[in-house]
């Protein structure tokens, strides 16, 4: 329990340090346990996607959806995505990359990933039924974020503990930790959406390897924000892939 205690205090800005007293030790191994968060962001999603849309049109519907993962987890993905992209579209180097990624200050790359993210984010979920929409996010959240966690195994640690914005280095899975991890990551796209959906999972795993591809060439290794920026990106194909098969 101290180790999902530990991803979800990280991952969310929920008060469940109020619930679990969880030593600094086991927040090296949040990642490892990031599908389990996702079974909440997605359920919470899912939850006001589908409450809202008996109030309001549905565009209203996905946009408050949307708002109440923002708020759950402080837009530390989103954060993550604008970082990664201002370093990687204006780095040149590996520490100029690493710097520029550690800087507060969201440039001209970060603001265009984020106003593509939402914009495609938006048109995806509101192109789909409402039924469909709300079985997708709760199966896509938890399924990126169970093939994110495979980062540390694809990579290093760009950095070192000192230099790390969390103060951290994510231990790599191991055996019992991936077991628990793909509970939590495939039994929702498997127990929720039809066989025909389940295609969609080749877009997210080829955008990982293609991005942590990226980042092995670039930084010769991942960072915080490089996961958050991995997430969204996996999160994002998945939904492509649901869309491209519906329309089929």
Same mark, same amino acid.
């Given at each position: 329990?101290?180790?999902?205690?530990?991803?979800?205090?990280?991952?969310?800005?929920?008060?469940?340090?109020?619930?679990?007293?969880?030593?600094?030790?086991?927040?090296?191994?949040?990642?490892?346990?990031?599908?389990?968060?996702?079974?909440?962001?997605?359920?919470?999603?899912?939850?006001?996607?589908?409450?809202?849309?008996?109030?309001?049109?549905?565009?209203?519907?996905?946009?408050?959806?949307?708002?109440?993962?923002?708020?759950?987890?402080?837009?530390?993905?989103?954060?993550?995505?604008?970082?990664?992209?201002?370093?990687?579209?204006?780095?040149?180097?590996?520490?100029?990359?690493?710097?520029?990624?550690?800087?507060?200050?969201?440039?001209?790359?970060?603001?265009?990933?984020?106003?593509?993210?939402?914009? @495609?984010? +938006? %048109? #995806? !979920? /509101? $192109? =789909?039924?409402?039924?469909?929409?709300?079985?997708?996010?709760?199966?896509?959240?938890?399924?990126?974020?169970?093939?994110?966690?495979?980062?540390?195994?694809?990579?290093?640690?760009?950095?070192?503990?000192?230099?790390?914005?969390?103060?951290?280095?994510?231990?790599?899975?191991?055996?019992?930790?991936?077991?628990?991890?793909?509970?939590?990551?495939?039994?929702?796209?498997?127990?929720?959406?039809?066989?025909?959906?389940?295609?969609?999972?080749?877009?997210?795993? @080829?955008? +990982? %390897? #293609? !991005? /942590? $591809? =990226?980042?092995?060439?670039?930084?010769?290794?991942?960072?915080?924000?490089?996961?958050?920026?991995?997430?969204?990106?996996?999160?994002?194909?998945?939904?492509?892939?649901?869309?491209?098969?519906?329309?089929?």
């Amino acid at each position: 329990m101290n180790n999902i205690g530990a991803a979800l205090i990280f991952f969310t800005r929920l008060p469940f340090w109020r619930i679990f007293n969880v030593p600094n030790e086991y927040f090296k191994q949040v990642i490892n346990y990031w599908s389990v968060v996702g079974w909440l962001t997605g359920a919470v999603m899912a939850l006001v996607l589908w409450g809202a849309s008996f109030v309001f049109p549905i565009h209203i519907a996905v946009v408050l959806a949307i708002l109440s993962r923002l708020l759950i987890t402080g837009a530390l993905h989103e954060d993550g995505l604008a970082d990664f992209f201002d370093g990687f579209g204006g780095g040149t180097s590996k520490e100029r990359i690493l710097a520029i990624m550690k800087d507060s200050h969201i440039g001209t790359y970060g603001v265009v990933s984020l106003i593509f993210y939402f914009l @495609l984010l +938006f %048109l #995806l !979920l /509101t $192109s =789909l039924p409402l039924h469909i929409a709300c079985l997708v996010v709760l199966a896509g959240d938890p399924l990126c974020k169970f093939i994110g966690s495979f980062i540390t195994l694809r990579l290093p640690y760009a950095r070192n503990e000192e230099t790390s914005k969390a103060k951290m280095v994510y231990k790599t899975m191991v055996l019992r930790t991936f077991i628990l991890s793909a509970l939590f990551g495939l039994v929702p796209i498997f127990g929720l959406l039809p066989k025909e959906y389940w295609l969609a999972v080749i877009l997210p795993i @080829l955008v +990982f %390897l #293609l !991005l /942590t $591809s =990226l980042m092995n060439k670039k930084i010769q290794g991942y960072t915080g924000d490089c996961c958050g920026a991995l997430f969204l990106m996996c999160e994002l194909s998945f939904y492509l892939g649901i869309v491209a098969v519906y329309n089929y």
